[in-house]
């Protein structure tokens, strides 16, 4: 279907955006409101088309294979269900942009607000749309990290970094669990794949992992749609800008966890673990989330707390299994969205305006405010449950469900009550919040003159209570024909008769609504004079706040216990950790060993040729000597560390592997230099004052020395064995038979490298980069202590500023010590380019290939650095490492993706023969694309690393000769 592909557009289109909004300036603030709001309206339209598709159970799928050995792939899907949850996301983003563009102060960074918005808009369009469940998991946890950028936008606020730090610790943990719980379901059902989950519900309800899965997939919903115990996140992100929380809490976040709920009912529901489990949670949210409601002084912490009440009743909908009970839970997320985003907006209106949100200081704002007063009311008496809205229908099913036996239980029993006092609840803080903030005298001591806010501020509240209005008097052809298509693609066969008529007659359901309302009004009245004036929280319950519970756990368990642990296992001294990491290598070979004994091969010399002996012998005695010598001459260990790499190179090319020799023999004179560049670091030794004789130095030497000798003899008894094992059918003489005819190469390795395990390199690579700036984020602002430790603060920063002035002295020093080297480097300077470029273009047939002719281009440009210092490196070659590395990555991702355009998985390559003119005919593949972003990200990381460190002790250097501290010896 050709729609399918504009599935995968709905989902970038939002994040193509967030870029573009993040390079606009941030006093743009038209531009960024209308770039957000095309980009929401496109997405919307979109959306909407794609019904006629949807309304009647059809599937839109879109599949673009990224590993498909693995199960992993890029399925976009479309049902009708996940219609209902895009078109908010995009309707309500849309209304939400054109109210922020009023609500945001000139003053804010709109840029960066705008931004993180399409993101997270881009991150929840892409967990409707997932018809995978690594892929779902993935955007799942996008969602918290973009809410978490969103709620501590203002991170100038204590209160917002707290709210949003918690709102990501606990919505990334519980996304962790999921995660988990989506393995899970992949081991019981054989497949990732939503559509083959979804068919698989008897299998899985029956498998011995079905309450492990249950409990996994439930820390995760619950915790993002804040049900209890996880629901004091919540208030404590109203931190957040007025815009963000509106959006947060109508159509997405905390919508996800019951969205999820929704979409796995059919396969998780109908057991007993279900309904304890999902009811338990649901009606102690409802209940408690309607009570606490009532004591808060800040609108939006009275909204808060509702949101949490009405995910508590989503969600004990959906713990009853039935499926009328499920119809009801779809129908309340649309009714919530509506009025919920409409309230958020108007309490920021009155925020804007009167310039607080206190609840004790607002008063007959409605005489000042009677349009958006209006728009209030009537989205409160929604939220309420009052007859001819939209809340009330809902609620109605609502109550026809409670009082409905689905398992024998207590819980099932209390039902009704929770439901009917709960809803009391619900219309004493509604009434509250229409009563205290509009009526009665007129404020006095307001920040500001409350007013009417600008129409378009206002637009976006009338649409959506204008949508309660119409949903609650002709529910059947307004929501109708959307929740048809909602309902029959969750619950298929099983779809019920249900009727949305806003009259049922007098029955139980009725009865309920009429004790809710007029129980909830005369609670109010009763508590009115106490509300003004206590203080905020319930009572009995104002000791015992998620804040204070969460800050104590995360101090234990981040602090106190993490420190034990440190002071246990861990340890800030380098070589000790490497002794442990060597150590847990070497006991995990030998357990693997242990077993495996009877089925190696004997280990004899038979066959060892004697000259690869002798040279094998020189390796063991240079790398011995440099762990003697380290001690005394430093110089002379780095010497025999490069003999040991030397004759490790010739043990390559001895066994037929010229890649990996021609690989060792560069990384060696980098690695040297490196060190070289190092030891200016390390103090200076008197050689004056004889060594000492310590005995725990000699026990410690001798231990490492030990350790090192078991690692090293068992890699090498490894190899040995592995090379001695007759295997009939080895991964080799798979990719030997493979390489030319399926990657279009002769040099095995290159082509394993480049093709068969490019995933595997495309990772790699992408380590080196962050490994790479992470070197430079470290060492630009590094000193050594003895250096800045005396000074005072002043002076330290004066030196941070001077910085690059000190760069260039250094350029100039070496000029003087180096005049007839850095010639001769110079002119190597073409010869090595020259070779660089020979290894890159030989290295798909041929030893050489990408990563050994980046490090030989990165010698290149070090050994320029050396001989003319960083004025000459900078105005003449202009080496940029860190565009390097951005070219590197960007080529290599998109000769990848460029798969995709032929319909072929995530970097599959392809090859054939060219005709070049002069020339004939020549064999290209496209994995020399990916080939070339390998060379220059390997080029701009390595020059980048030693280029940092470079500067570091030629400064240290520098510093020396003019009486400052002293260097290490070299």
């Known amino acids: 279907m050709w729609y399918s592909g504009l599935l995968a557009v709905i989902v970038a289109l939002p994040f193509a955006g967030a870029v573009l909004a993040a390079l606009l300036s941030s006093n743009a603030r038209n531009a960024e409101a209308w770039l957000a709001g095309t980009v929401a309206a496109s997405a919307l339209a979109i959306t909407i088309t794609a019904f006629p598709h949807v309304s009647n159970g059809g599937v839109i799928r879109h599949t673009i294979e990224w590993v498909p050995a693995l199960g992993l792939s890029l399925t976009f899907r479309m049902d009708g269900f996940a219609w209902l949850f895009s078109t908010m996301i995009t309707g309500i983003g849309l209304l939400v942009v054109i109210y922020a563009r009023y609500y945001m102060s000139p003053k804010d960074p709109v840029a960066r607000f705008y931004a993180f918005f399409l993101a997270f808009m881009g991150a929840m369009q892409g967990l409707v749309l997932s018809g995978n469940l690594i892929m779902l998991a993935i955007f799942w946890e996008l969602t918290s990290i973009f809410s978490f950028l969103l709620i501590g936008y203002w991170h100038h606020n204590q209160a917002a970094r707290d709210g949003a730090r918690m709102a990501l610790t606990i919505t990334g943990t519980g996304g962790l669990c999921l995660l988990l719980g989506f393995i899970l379901i992949g081991q019981m059902v054989g497949s990732y794949d939503l559509d083959v989950v979804l068919a698989s519900g008897d299998l899985i309800r029956s498998h011995d992992l079905y309450l492990p899965a249950l409990v996994l997939i439930l820390a995760g919903t619950l915790t993002k749609s804040a049900q209890f115990p996880f629901h004091f996140w919540l208030p404590n992100a109203m931190a957040a800008p007025t815009p ?13 966890g019951v969205f999820l709920l929704t979409r796995f009912w059919p396969v998780l529901s109908g057991t007993p673990e279900w309904f304890t489990l999902v009811g338990l949670a649901g009606l102690s949210t409802l209940l408690l989330g309607a009570y606490f409601a009532i004591f808060q002084q800040d609108m939006k912490g009275l909204l808060a707390y509702s949101t949490i009440s009405h995910l508590g009743l989503i969600t004990a909908l959906l713990s009853f299994g039935s499926p009328l009970a499920a119809v009801a839970a779809i129908f309340h997320m649309v009714n919530h969205a509506t009025f919920k985003a409409s309230l958020f907006m108007a309490a920021g209106i009155i925020d804007h305006e009167a310039g607080t949100r206190d609840m004790r200081r607002l008063s007959g704002l409605f005489s000042a405010m009677p349009i958006t007063a209006t728009l209030a009311m009537v989205a409160s008496a929604a939220m309420a449950g009052v007859p001819l809205l939209n809340g009330f229908l809902s609620k109605e099913m609502f109550f026809a469900e409670a009082i409905e036996e689905h398992q024998r239980s207590l819980l099932d029993g209390v039902a009704p009550y929770v439901a009917t006092v709960a809803s009391a609840f619900a219309v004493t803080y509604s009434v509250r919040f229409i009563h205290t903030v509009f009526f009665g005298p007129k404020p006095t001591d307001l920040p500001k003159e409350p007013h009417e806010p600008p129409s378009w501020m206002r637009r976006p509240i009338e649409l959506l209570v204008i949508l309660c209005l119409v949903v609650g008097t002709i529910p059947a052809l307004s929501i109708g024909p959307l929740l048809h298509a909602a309902v029959i693609s969750v619950l298929g066969d099983r779809t019920p008769y249900y009727s949305l008529s806003i009259w049922h007659g007098f029955n139980i359901p009725l009865l309920m609504s009429f004790i809710a309302l007029s129980g909830g009004c005369v609670l109010y009245w009763l508590l009115r004079n106490y509300l003004k004036t206590c203080e905020e929280g319930p009572p009995y319950f104002r000791r015992i706040k998620g804040q204070r519970i969460f800050d104590k756990v995360l101090v234990t368990v981040s602090w106190r216990w993490a420190r034990w642990l440190e002071g246990v296992l861990a340890t800030r001294r380098l070589q000790p950790q490497m002794r442990l990491l060597v150590a847990a290598a070497v006991g995990a070979g030998v357990w693997a060993m242990w077993g495996a004994s009877s089925v190696l091969p004997q280990l004899t010399a038979h066959g060892l040729d004697p000259v690869l002996g002798v040279l094998w012998a020189i390796g063991a005695f240079c790398a011995v000597s440099a762990a003697y010598q380290a001690k005394y ?17 010739m043990s390559f090319v001895w066994l037929s592997a010229p890649d990996l020799a021609v690989t060792q023999l560069l990384v060696e004179i980098v690695t040297t230099v490196l060190i070289l560049l190092g030891l200016r670091w390390l103090p200076k030794r008197d050689e004056s004052i004889p060594p000492k004789f310590d005995y725990a130095s000699r026990f410690r030497r001798h231990r490492d020395f030990a350790l090192a000798l078991a690692a090293g003899m068992g890699a090498a008894v490894l190899a040995y064995f592995m090379m001695l094992t007759p295997v009939p059918k080895s991964v080799g003489d798979f990719y030997l038979q493979r390489a030319y005819s399926e990657g279009g190469g002769t040099n095995v390795v290159n082509v394993i490298l480049v093709d068969f395990r490019g995933f595997d390199t495309m990772g790699e690579i992408v380590v080196l980069a962050i490994v790479a700036l992470t070197v430079f984020a470290l060492l630009r ?7 800045s430790a005396q000074l005072p603060y002043q002076q330290r920063e004066q030196n941070e500023q001077d910085s690059v002035a000190q760069d260039r002295e250094v350029g100039e020093t070496l000029q003087d010590y180096l005049l007839v080297p850095s010639i001769i480097m110079r002119w190597m300077f073409p010869v090595v380019v020259l070779f660089s470029a020979y290894l890159f273009i030989r290295g798909h047939d041929l030893p050489g290939g990408g990563f050994a002719a980046g490090v030989t281009m990165a010698i290149g440009f070090l050994l320029q650095y050396l001989a003319g210092g960083t004025r000459w490196v900078e105005d003449r070659l202009r080496i940029l490492p860190i565009r390097w590395i951005g070219v590197g990555l960007i080529v290599a991702a998109m000769t990848g993706m460029g798969s995709f355009l032929f319909g072929y998985p995530f970097l599959t390559s392809y090859f054939q023969y060219t005709e070049i003119p002069f020339i004939g005919k020549v064999p290209t593949a496209s994995a020399l694309l990916f ?8 080029v701009g990381a390595t020059v980048l690393m030693l280029i940092a460190i470079a500067h570091q002790s030629l400064r240290l250097r520098t510093r020396s000769s003019r009486g ?6 070299g």
Do not use: N, W
């Open 244 to 256: 963000v929380s509106a959006y947060l809490h109508s159509a997405t976040m905390v919508k996800a």
């Open 781 to 787: 602002r590094f000193r050594p202590a003895e250096d």
């Open 964 to 969: 400052g501290v002293e260097g290490g010896q």
């Open 931 to 938: 080939d070339l972003g390998v060379f220059s990200l390997v």
């Open 633 to 649: 001459h430093r110089l002379a260990a780095l010497i025999l560390m490069g003999a040991t790499g030397l004759v490790t190179c």
